[in-house]
């Protein structure tokens, strides 16, 4: 129609249904940008989560190879304090056996002597009664087997420091008294290289104790 009505009335629906589009666009554009924030806030806590995780795995590693790094110097120390007490008990065991040995070399006595077959004279304050198995009145004897005899034997072996395999008695006698002797002896060997003569006392209640040991540089002329 050329009277211009009709068109009026479709301008009026356009008007109407584009008015009826823009509150749906808006709602629309609304929960797009809900559901963008809605994502990003989902992200963010997965995001927030793992790292919290790694943070507190790297806390728990870390506080543990602090924990072993402690230890093992704890380890070290106790280790080296040892180390330094061992040494120093070491050092004073040393010591000590130095001070015995100087002690007893120095407690031991030389003297010349004017017999020409003897080297030197040796006395040693140190010396102790070999211990006594005879009861009741003391008797000296010179009987293979015999008590007394085998203690006097005994007494001229630890005089020397020779075992009884390694001694032989060139002479064994009685040195002017029941309660004195002396004797010859050597070491085992083809050289007889160590001759002694060794002189011993009988204390009483106590045993054969050494006297004497003179160094010999011969057998010959000695007994």
């Known amino acids: 129609m050329k009277n211009g009505k009709p068109e009026k009335s479709t301008r009026l629906e356009k008007r109407q249904r584009y008015q009826a589009k823009k509150p749906r666009k808006?709602?629309?554009r609304l929960l797009n940008i809900l559901i963008a924030i809605v994502s990003i806030l989902i992200v963010l806590n997965l995001v927030s989560?793992?790292?919290?995780?790694?943070?507190?795995?790297?806390?728990?590693?870390?506080k543990q190879i602090t924990e072993e790094n402690k230890k093992t110097e704890e380890s070290k120390e106790v280790t080296t304090n040892i180390s330094d007490v061992e040494d120093q008990s070491n050092g004073d065991h040393s010591t000590e056996q130095m001070s015995n040995t100087e002690?007893?070399?120095?407690?031991l006595i030389v003297q010349t002597?004017?017999?020409?077959?003897v080297d030197e004279v040796l006395v040693d304050p140190n010396?102790?009664?070999?211990?006594?198995?005879?009861?009741?009145e003391h008797v000296s004897a010179y009987e293979e087997g015999h008590i007394d005899y085998e203690e006097k034997k005994e007494t001229f072996r630890n005089a020397v420091g020779l075992g009884e395999d390694e001694i032989i008695f060139w002479s064994v006698k009685n040195n002017g008294n029941a309660n004195s002797s002396v004797a010859v002896v050597s070491s085992n060997d083809s050289?007889?290289?160590?001759?002694y003569r060794v002189y011993i006392?009988?204390?009483?209640?106590?045993g054969w104790k050494p006297v004497k040991v003179e160094k010999l540089n011969q057998l010959a002329d000695s007994y």
Request: no cysteine.
């Open 26 to 28: 808006k709602m629309d």
């Open 49 to 62: 989560i793992f790292t919290g995780d790694d943070e507190k795995q790297n806390t728990k590693e870390t």
């Open 103 to 107: 002690t007893l070399e120095s407690e």
């Open 113 to 117: 002597s004017a017999d020409p077959v």
């Open 127 to 136: 010396w102790q009664a070999t211990p006594t198995k005879q009861t009741g």
């Open 191 to 195: 050289n007889r290289s160590n001759k």
């Open 201 to 206: 006392e009988w204390i009483d209640n106590e």
